[in-house]
């Protein structure tokens, strides 16, 4: 089954302790994407990836790393989380360059930073 | 700033109608997607557009690209429609800016 996979599906943790959310897909798609969703402000892009070692920034990329050493990869990396990256982050995929086909969407990770 | 304008934000409408969801944007665009949330949290794909217009089932989309405007229908309306529809750009950049999205319950 064509899917986008992400874990942990939630986490709450502590300011400062850092934390690597996973992301992988099996559809062999070029572009990864991270993206935040937050009450009142709705989706916005944290990283992208065109192909393999190929990482671009979003619209909100502070506090976050991102690394494409597989094509089916792409985990997102708070080194130092802190309490204002509380939200529901979405992993997505899409083929073609740039992503012009429809984008597949994780089941998104819910993370609490205290 | 708010690079991509939905209305309304929220919408109810009793099963049968028809639906228009607008979605505006002010930047240059290489395509725009449509997207459906559904009430658990999961998002699903329905249109990728760059120009004239898309149809799936009783969904169809369409683009102005010289008014950078773009609408969403839904035919004879259903209450399995109830979900969030958001409007996604891609820039030229290659990044994705999203609207705030348009909650839509449909009444039976």
């Known amino acids: 089954e064509a899917q986008v996979t992400q874990n942990p599906r939630y986490l709450i943790t502590v300011t400062g302790k850092k934390l690597t959310v996973t992301c992988s897909q099996n559809?062999?798609?070029?572009?990864m994407s991270w993206y935040r969703q937050d009450p009142g402000l709705g989706l916005r892009q944290i990283y992208y990836?065109?192909?393999?070692?190929?990482?671009d920034k979003g619209d909100v990329p502070e506090g976050y790393k991102v690394s494409r050493k597989e094509k089916r990869n792409f985990p997102l990396i708070l080194e130092s989380p802190s309490p204002n990256q509380t939200s529901l982050y979405f992993c997505?995929?899409?083929?073609?360059?740039?992503?012009?086909?429809?984008?597949?969407f994780g089941p998104g990770t819910r993370l609490t930073v205290l | 700033k708010n690079e991509v304008e939905q209305s309304p934000q929220n919408l109810t409408a009793q099963e049968g109608e028809f639906i228009t969801i607008n979605c505006s944007y002010s930047?240059?665009?290489?395509?725009l997607h449509w997207l459906q949330q559904h009430p658990g949290g999961g998002i699903v794909s329905l249109f990728m557009?760059?120009?004239g217009k898309k149809k799936h089932g009783r969904l169809i989309a369409t683009i102005n690209i010289q008014e950078k405007h773009s609408s969403l229908h839904i035919t004879a309306s259903h209450p399995r429609d109830s979900a969030v529809y958001i409007c996604?750009?891609?820039?030229?950049?290659?990044?994705?800016?999203f609207g705030t999205g348009t909650s839509l319950t449909v009444i039976p």
């Open positions: 997505a995929s899409s083929s073609g360059f740039p992503p012009y086909n429809e984008q597949f």
């Open positions: 559809m062999n798609h070029e572009y």
């Open positions: 990836s065109m192909n393999v070692e190929a990482t």
């Open positions: 930047v240059g665009i290489s395509a």
């Open positions: 557009l760059s120009s």
């Open positions: 996604a750009v891609l820039n030229t950049g290659n990044q994705f800016y």
